[in-house]
């Protein structure tokens, strides 16, 4: 495998060369992928015996066309993005060619993306291309933010992990964030069934999705079984949790809060 630490000095290099491609305007961003593919010089299905390892650099604006809006979904019960033993954990391309029909699919009824769920049970896994989280109020009069285990049907995002990291460190008393005093954050699975009953029962705070591109997501409504559950995003579009969660994360992202997170890209 190609050197982890080098290949991020090329990418540093890239990004120098092209800085003027980075969009000055909030909500836009160069968006930098590395990308590996097999390139043997054979056709034919089996491992590869060599790879070639590039990066895509472009020039991106909000991920979704409403920009950060809520989104509403659809949550699928016909489709699975990815099955236990699968490659659903994994970054490839081939995981996202199945999307593309019940994504059109969605779109078509009137909803921005899928809720993928998976089993009888209806758990849910992720949202369109994005892990999920769901913010639940407890009994206690504590906030609960709920995010799927990460098992081999879910993709360990970055951003989720720096959701976690946030909501971890605030609740430990290591950041004082604008988040609810009493907060736990759980890796738990969670169905459709608690979702709605927590919708009926006024205890579904938010929802949102988390995502390089999107970096959050605020969600609306659910499509389930034919109905809409509807989901509080108040006057900003967005809850208070997913606000202040993007509010910290951009501020790494521009250096407006130091953070060890951020790599530092200086000269040609």
Same mark, same amino acid.
């Given at each position: 495998?190609? *050197? ?19 969009p000055?305007v ?6 930098? &992928? ?14 590869? *015996?060599?790879?070639?390892?590039? #990066? ?23 489709? #699975? ?24 699919e ?21 949202v369109?291309?994005? *892990? ?5 109020? &407890? ?7 709920v ?13 989720r ?16 964030l *604008? ?8 890796? &738990? ?26 970096i ?10 034919g ?24 501020? &790494? ?16």
């Amino acid at each position: 495998a190609f *050197n982890g630490e080098e290949l991020l000095k090329l990418i540093k290099r890239l990004v120098a060369l092209d800085a003027h491609w980075i969009p000055q305007v909030p909500g836009y961003s160069l968006y930098i &992928r590395p990308t590996l593919i097999g390139n043997m010089h054979a056709l034919g299905v089996g491992p590869p *015996n060599k790879a070639l390892l590039f #990066v895509i650099c472009s020039p991106v604006g909000p991920y979704y066309k409403n920009g950060f809006k809520p989104v509403k979904l659809l949550a699928t019960t016909n489709y #699975v993005r990815a099955v236990p033993g699968g490659t659903g954990s994994y970054k490839l391309g081939a995981n996202y060619a199945p999307c593309l029909i019940p994504q059109a699919e969605a779109m078509s009824q009137g909803y921005d993306q899928n809720l993928w769920l998976l089993g009888p049970e209806h758990y849910l896994t992720e949202v369109g291309t994005m *892990n999920l989280f769901v913010a639940l109020k &407890r009994d206690d009069g504590s906030v609960e933010l709920v995010t799927p285990p990460l098992e081999d049907v879910i993709l360990p995002g970055v951003t989720r992990d720096s959701v976690l990291a946030l909501a971890r460190d605030h609740a430990a008393g290591k950041l004082k964030l *604008n988040l609810p005093s009493k907060l736990v954050v759980s890796e &738990r699975p969670i169905t459709m069934k608690e979702v709605k009953e927590a919708a009926d029962s006024g205890k579904l705070l938010e929802v949102f999705g988390s995502g390089t591109a999107a970096i959050v997501c605020p969600v609306k409504a659910i499509g389930y079984l034919g109905k809409d559950i509807t989901i509080p995003v108040g006057e900003e579009g967005m809850g208070p949790i997913t606000k202040t969660i993007l509010d910290e994360i951009v501020k &790494r992202q521009l250096g407006v809060v130091e953070s060890d997170w951020s790599v530092t890209v200086t000269g040609k």
